[in-house]
C-alpha cells in the first residue's frame, strides 16, 4: 500500500553552496544545474567529478582493495531498477545487486514509498526495552513464511552482524544449561560467511582471504565440501561420512553446525 504524500520541493534542505579550492588549482560550487550547460558549466562538472575522485581516494577506505594501490572506483550518481548510472554519463547494469542489499532493484516505488513514510515518524529506536509497529510486522511476516517451529526473529543489521548472533545464541544456550565446553562449530570448507571475527573464524581457513588473522580467530572444526566434480554420488557421501564421524568424536565440544 502506498502512503500519499505530498511534493516537497528539493529546495527544503537549502544546501549551502560549498565551494572547494586546494590542491586541483580550480574553485568549483555546486549551484543549481540546468537541463542545458554551457561549455563553462561542462568543464566545471568534469573538474567537480576529478576533485570527487580525487578525495575519495585520498580519504575513502573501500572493501576488498589494496590501501596502498586502491582500484579505482566508480562514482554513481543515481541508481533505477538494476541500473547505475554513473558521474560520467555511462549506464551499467549492477549484477551483483549492491552486495544482494538491492534484489528488488533501485528505486522500487513501494520500498521507497514505506521509507519515506516512516522517516516522517521516526527514523530508529533502540530495541532494549521498546518495539514499534513495522518491526512486530516484519517478524510476524518472517515467521509465517518460515518452516514451522522457527517462532522467534532477531533483527540484524548485516550477514556477519547475523552469523556472529546465531554463534552466540548456539555457546549461550549450552552455557545456560551447565555445557560451557560445547564452544566450538563445525562447518564445511570452502565456505564464506562474513568478515567479522567469528565469521571469519568458520570461513574457509585455507582457501579463504581472512588468512592473515588466522591467529587472532577461534580455532573451528572443518570438513571437507562435497565435490561437484564428482559425477557420481561419492564426494557427497565422503563429505557426510566426515560430518557424521566429526560430530562422534567432537560432539562434547561443538556448540553447532
Not at 14 to 36: M, N, Q, R
Not at 153 to 167: P, Q, R, T, W, Y
Not at 240 to 254: A, P, R
Amino acid at each position: 500500500m502506498f502512503c500519499k504524500r505530498r511534493s516537497i520541493p528539493l529546495r527544503l534542505l537549502d544546501f549551502p553552496k560549498w565551494k572547494h579550492v586546494g590542491s586541483l588549482g580550480s574553485t568549483f560550487s555546486t549551484a543549481e544545474s540546468t537541463e542545458h550547460c554551457d561549455q563553462n558549466e561542462t568543464n566545471s562538472m568534469v573538474s567537480d567529478l576529478d576533485y570527487y575522485q580525487k578525495m575519495d581516494m585520498k580519504h575513502v577506505i573501500h572493501p576488498y582493495t589494496s590501501m596502498t594501490n586502491p582500484l579505482p572506483t566508480h562514482l554513481v550518481k543515481k541508481a533505477k531498477g538494476i541500473h547505475l548510472y554513473l558521474e560520467d554519463g555511462r549506464r551499467v547494469i549492477d549484477g551483483m545487486s549492491s552486495w544482494w542489499a538491492a534484489v528488488h532493484g533501485y528505486c522500487h516505488p513501494v520500498l521507497d514509498d514505506a521509507l519515506k513514510c516512516q522517516i516522517d515518524k521516526m527514523s530508529h529506536v533502540m530495541f532494549g526495552g521498546l518495539s514499534h509497529r513495522p518491526a512486530i510486522d516484519l517478524c510476524k511476516l518472517l515467521v509465517d513464511i518460515t518452516p514451522n517451529g522457527l517462532e522467534k526473529v532477531f533483527l540484524c543489521d548485516s550477514g556477519s552482524v547475523s552469523i556472529e548472533v546465531a554463534m552466540k545464541m548456539a555457546v549461550q544456550y549450552w552455557y545456560t544449561i551447565g555445557k560451557d565446553s560445547k564452544s566450538r562449530f563445525l562447518t564445511l570448507r570452502n565456505g564464506y560467511h562474513g568478515d567479522t571475527f567469528g565469521a571469519m573464524s568458520v570461513c574457509d581457513p585455507v582457501n579463504g582471504m581472512h588468512g592473515m588473522f588466522a591467529k587472532n580467530l577461534a580455532k573451528q572444526l572443518f570438513v571437507d565440501s562435497p565435490s561437484c566434480s564428482d559425477s557420481s554420488d561419492h564426494g557427497e557421501k565422503a563429505s557426510i561420512e566426515q560430518m557424521s564421524e566429526s560430530l562422534k568424536e567432537q560432539h562434547q565440544t561443538i556448540a553447532a553446525v
